[in-house]
DNA sequence: GATGAATGAGGGTTCATTCAT
DNA sequence: TATGAATGAACCCTCATTCAT
C-alpha cells in the first residue's frame, strides 16, 4: 500500500502553485518594483521562507511568473485550429482569437510591459520561453502563403510586421486604455466598446491583407463620431 | 548698464529643470517604483532635499515629469500641418509624423506605460494633461472627413478607433520591442527595420481607409521571409 | 519529560518587552518630539525593523509605552489599603502613599508632561486608559464621605478638586523641580528635601479636610527659611 | 537733525519682536524638539536667515523665548500689591492673583514644562533668569510672617514650601488638564469649573496657614459629588 | 539688514533576505 | 518542509543651518 497516493498533487506543489498565483496578481498589479513579496506571502497563505526555499529571489520569481504566463498564452493559442479554412476566414479567425486572448490575459500584458521596462532581460535569461515559438508567428506566415497562392491576398506582405501589427492593435487597447480613455474621452472597456473595436482590428487587418477587400455590409456608422 | 544679462533663466529655474530632466530619465528607464530620488539627486547634481522643495513629493515629480513629457509629445504634433494635403497624403503624413515622433520619444512611451500600470492617476488628477486634447485624434477625424467626402476614403470608419490603431502600431513597436524582438527573433531597432516599419504603418492605415488601395509598387518581395 | 521549559515567556515576548523599557526610557527623558528610534533600538538590542514589526509607528509605541506606565501607576495605587482605618489615618496613608508612588515613577511623569503637550491624544485614544478609573480618586472619595459622617471631616469639600490637589502637591513638586530649584534656590531632591516636602504635603491636605487640625507638635522651626 | 526719530522701533526692533512672539507660540505648542524654524520664520513673516541673524541658533531663541515669558510673569506679579493688606486678606488676594496669572499664561507653563523635560539648561545658562527673583516667594514669606506675629497663622511654616505647593495647586490645574479630564471624566476648563477651583485652591491655602479656619459660609454642597 | 537658494546630516519607515528551530 | 524571528541596507522625506547676493 502505497503511502502517497498516486494522482495527487503534493501539498509542496501545491504550496508553490499558490505562491506562483499570488506572485502572478502581485507583480502584474504592482510591476517588479511594486511588488512586494510580503504581500506575495500573506497571499499565497505561505511563510515568507518558503518563498525562497522554492524561487530563491525575488527576481527569480518573476521570472518563473512571466514564463507560466507565457505558457498560458502559448497554450491558449495552440488550442486554435485553422486547418482547412480558406485564408480569409482563417485571418479573421485568427485575428479575433488573439484579440479574445489578450483580451482575457490582462495580467500577461501587464507584466510584459514590465519586462520591455527592464529591457526584457528575464525572457532572455530563460531558455524555456526563448525556445517557445509564437503559434500566432507561425499561423500568420502559413495564411499569407496560401492567401497569395490563392490570389486573395497581396504578395510582398512580410509575415513579422504583420504579426507585430496584429499583436500591436490588440495588445495596446488593454495595455494602455487608462491613457487612451484620458485622451479620447471615451470609456474604453464596455462590452460594446470591446466588440466595436474588435471588428475594427480584424477589418484592418482583412483590408490590409486582401487584393479586394469585402467591406462588411453591417458597419456602424461613424461619420458623426468626432 | 544693467547689472544682470537680461535674457537669464533665474538659478532657481534652471534647479528645477535639471531636476525634472533627470527625472525624466530616472522615472522612464526604471518605472515610478524603481526610480530612486538619490539617484535623480546625483544626476540633477542638485541637493536632494531641493526636489522637495521644489516638487513635494516623488509622487508629484512623477506627475511633473509625465505633464512635461505630453507637452513635448503635443508641441511635436502641433508642428505637423497638413493643410491644403490631399486626403492620401495629410494621411500618409500624417501616420508617418506621429511614427517619427513615437519614435523620438521613447521615454515619454515608458512613462505611459507606467502611467497605466498605476491605472492612469497622474494622468487623471492632472487638469492640464485632461484638457489637451491630441492633435492626431483631430486630424484623423478631419482627415477621414474630407476624404469621405472626395471619395477616396470609405465612409463608416470611426476615426477614434482608427486613432487608436494608428497609435497602437506605431507606440506598441517602441514599447514593447525588447519581448518581440525575443518572439520574432529578429533585431527590430536598426534603421533599416525602423524604416521597414514605417513604410508598413502607414501602408496598413491606407490599406484600410482608401476605397481603391494603390499598391506601391517598389514594395519589398517578404514571400521568404519566414 | 517537556522540551520546553514551562516558565519561558517566548523569544517575540522578550524582543518586545526590551524595546517597551527602553521606549520608555527614551520617550520620557527626551520626549515624543526629541525621542529617536535608533536610539530605543539600540538600547534594546533589537533591530530597528522590529520595533516597526511590533509596535507599527513611533506614535503607537509611545502609546504603548504610556498605557504601561500608566498601568504600572495604578497597579501600584491597587496595592494600598485604607480599610479599617480611621478617616484621618486614611487620608495620611493615602497622600503619603500617593507621595511615595509619584517619586519612584518619574518615567510616568514625563510622559504624562509630554502627553499634555500633545492635548491627550494618546491617552483619548486609547481605550484602555480611559476605562482606567483612579483608586486614588475613588479612595479620595470615600474618605472624605466617612470623615464626613465621623464629623472630622468638613462637609462641602469636591472630592474631584481634593483628589486634583493631591496630585498637583505632588505631582509638581517631581514634574517641575529643575525649574523650581532655580526659583527658590533650594536644592530639592535630597532625601531629606524630600521627607520634608512629604510631611508638608500631607499636612497641607489634613489642613483643608479637618475640622479640628491637631497642629503636630514635632513640626520643624521655618521662621528663619527665607 | 538725526537720521531716526528717537522713539521709534526701528524696523531691525520690530522683526525681532515678530520673531520672538511667534517663536514663543510655536515652542509653547510644539515643545522645542517638535517647533519648526520654518514654521516660525512664516508666522512671523520674516525670513528664515533673520531667525539666525538675531538668534544665532534654535537653542538660542529657546532661551530667548523662555527669558521673554518669564519676564511676563515676574510682571504680572509685580503689579500686585499687598501693603497694608491684613495677613488673610493678602494670602487670599496672593493665592487668587497667582492663580489668575497662571490661567491666562498657559504658553509659560508649556515653556517651562518643556524646559523641565531638558533639566532646566536653558533657565541655568540664564544669568537673567537666575538673578529674577519670584516676587511670589518674596510675598509669601511676607504675609506668613505677618500673619504669625498677629497670631492668625501657624507657626512653623516653611514659607518655601508653602511656595511650592500654591504654584503646584495653580500650575497643575492648567498644565494638566488634559490627562486630568480623562481621569476625572470632568471638563475642567470652563468658566464655572475655573472659578471654582480658584475658590478650592485659596480654601486650602488658607486652611492650612490659618490657625482658625473661618469656613466660607457659601461654599457649596459636595456631598453627592462622587 | 534682508532675501532666496542651497546644503547635508539624519529621521522614520520599508523590504528583500536569512537564521534558528 | 515549514515557521517565526531577526537583520541591515536603503528609501523617502525633513530640518536646522549656511551661502551668495
Known sequence: MPKKPLKTTSKAERTKKNILDAATTEFSSKGFDGARIDEIAKRSKANKSMIYHYFDSKENLFTAVLENA????????????????????????????TYDAFMQMPDLIRLLNNENLHKGVHLRKSKNMREMYDPLLVNVGELLRHGVKEGVFRKNIDPVNLYISIASLVYHYVSNHHTLEVAVERELMSEERIAERREHVIDMVLSFCMTNRAVSATRKDFSNAL
Chains 1, 2, 3, 4 share one sequence.
Open 70 to 97: 507565457y505558457v498560458g498564452l502559448r497554450e491558449y493559442q495552440r488550442d486554435l485550429s485553422i486547418v482547412g479554412l480558406k485564408p480569409v476566414d482563417g485571418m479573421t479567425k485568427l485575428t479575433g482569437y
